[in-house]
């Protein structure tokens, strides 16, 4: 049985950065740029301390719009822009609206606060084939 999406639909999508997060993230990414696992560095860049990489958060959008479509393998196409870094110890929520349903295709707005209410993604349209 398929599911039929409406614009106006919403949805929310939660993670943790934990401390270990852009470690993890290195590895499996090949980004080790010293920002995003040397605190030292990311103070001395002027970012207070150790972020996460961007394409982590990135990917975690992508995520909350293919968790509420079903299906990752459904997304085609994703425009971002990023407001402000993530750091560990960061509760991430992401806040999406279906914007459009057209021809087969999804079409969501995705914008994402940490726990203190800032911005850290915002304008992210992402845009899944369901039909």
Not at 49 to 61: E, H, K, N, P, S
Not at 64 to 74: C, E, I, K, S
Not at 77 to 106: A, C, M, W, Y
Request: overall charge neutral.
């Amino acid at each position: 049985m398929s599911r039929t999406f409406q614009p106006g639909e919403t949805f929310t999508h939660v993670r943790e950065c934990d401390r270990y997060r852009p470690i993890y993230y290195a590895g499996a990414s090949g980004d080790f740029n010293p920002i995003h696992i040397d605190p030292e560095v990311g103070k001395t860049a002027g970012l207070g301390g150790v972020i996460l990489q961007g394409l982590c958060t990135l990917g975690w959008a992508v995520e909350a719009v293919a968790v509420f479509v079903g299906d990752p393998g459904r997304i085609r196409r994703v425009r971002v822009r990023f407001s402000k870094p993530v750091r560990p110890e960061d509760t991430i929520t992401f806040e999406g609206k279906v914007t459009s349903v057209q021809d087969g295709v999804l079409t969501a707005e995705v914008s994402a606060t940490n726990q203190r209410g800032e911005d850290v993604l915002k304008g992210a349209v992402v845009e899944a084939s369901i039909g």
